[in-house]
């Protein structure tokens, strides 16, 4: 299985993680889901000329994006970890957990559906744990699967970077 495989594959369990780390925290303070992730989804449809007006199906295609980003993010480290030394795992979880909260959030930021300057402690504290729960597991799994892989054991190609892509475009229409 190359190590795009295994990453995607940690990705997703990544991405879990983010889930269940969200989800904690609303059932520990009682708040309710974010509606960002549906307002993204909104004003990109409205600017693509497809808008997407329903709630509930912003709020799906949303989600369904939160998981491609993740698993996305995991594929492409997987391609990155196996041509480069291993990583400490405080530094991928790190890296990891920034590189998903960047994806998710400049895009909502350039978009103007969310403005960081004024989320306050708490905002900033409920988007950085989830994050960084993706990262820790995304690199524990991706350690897991791939027992440790080593630059030379790599046997990711461009052809099948290539594939990943396609694939995750495909699921995107």
Do not use: C
């Not at 609303?26 to 329903?54: C, D, T, W, Y």
Request: hydrophobic share 50%.
């Amino acid at each position: 299985m190359s190590t795009m495989i295994q990453g995607a594959i940690a990705g997703a369990v990544g991405t879990m993680a983010l889930d269940i780390t969200g989800y904690t925290d609303m059932a520990v303070r009682g708040r309710s889901a974010s509606g960002l992730p549906a307002e993204v989804i909104k004003r990109f449809s409205q600017r693509a000329g497809i808008p997407i007006e329903n709630d509930n199906r912003a709020s799906a295609v949303g989600a369904i994006g939160g998981y491609m980003i993740g698993v996305a993010i995991g594929a492409l480290y997987g391609a990155v970890r196996s041509r480069v030394p291993r990583a400490p795992l405080i530094l991928s979880t790190i890296a990891l957990g920034a590189a998903a909260m960047a994806a998710a959030d400049l895009p909502a930021t350039r978009i103007g559906a969310t403005d960081p300057r004024t989320w306050g402690i708490t905002g900033w504290l409920s988007d950085i744990f989830p994050h960084a729960a993706y990262g820790l597991v995304t690199a524990a799994v991706f350690d897991a699967v791939s027992n440790g892989v080593k630059p030379a054991e790599s046997t990711t190609t461009l052809a099948e970077l290539d594939a990943v892509v396609v694939e995750i475009d495909d699921l995107s229409d």
